[in-house]
């Protein structure tokens, strides 16, 4: 699924934040009042947490063809389509400068699954730093680990995000 890359973990950046705001506002001059919301999500998106630097956003529309009508419009704004390589319903775009990947754009309509998982993470980690701490630890033990081995380390990471989602599920009562 995933090749073998490059990639690092790097302390929190305040500018992460405005990084996404940039991106945002590409992704929504892309989809214009197609899109429902544009989230800021994944690591960059919680305050002081160690993350690799590339920012995640989310975009909910209400149909994913919308996306798939605006490929020519993400590879002219620099992004490379994915189409949906997690196999989740949903569509990528990535935006990758010489070997390092700047951001993704996670296109999904509002009833996938996995859109409860980004935000309900995101905002746990947010409320609970001691857990967005020991996620950061483990993410850089991971990536000394296995420093070009990108799917061994997302494999290395399921298991605590899993168990960081129940509890956020509990926590926001989403059970």
Do not use: C
């Amino acid at each position: 699924m995933i090749t073998k890359r490059e990639y690092s973990i790097e302390p929190y950046n305040p500018a992460w934040p405005l990084l996404f705001q940039e991106e945002a506002e590409v992704v929504r001059g892309i989809f214009g009042e197609h899109a429902r919301a544009i989230h800021h999500v994944g690591s960059t998106s919680v305050p002081e947490m160690q993350a690799k630097p590339q920012i995640d956003i989310l975009v909910l529309v209400d149909n994913l063809e919308v996306s798939d009508k605006h490929i020519p419009d993400f590879e002219a704004a620099g992004y490379t389509s994915f189409g949906d390589p997690f196999g989740i319903g949903a569509r990528m775009f990535s935006r990758v400068e010489g070997n390092r990947k700047l951001s993704n754009v996670h296109v999904h309509i509002p009833s996938n699954p996995y859109v409860q998982q980004f935000l309900l993470v995101r905002d746990y980690l947010r409320v609970k730093p001691e857990r967005a701490t020991e996620y950061g630890s483990l993410k850089a033990r991971l990536s000394t680990e296995f420093p070009d081995d990108y799917q061994a380390y997302r494999d290395g990471k399921k298991g605590y995000l899993d168990e960081v989602f129940a509890e956020a599920k509990a926590y926001f009562g989403k059970e």
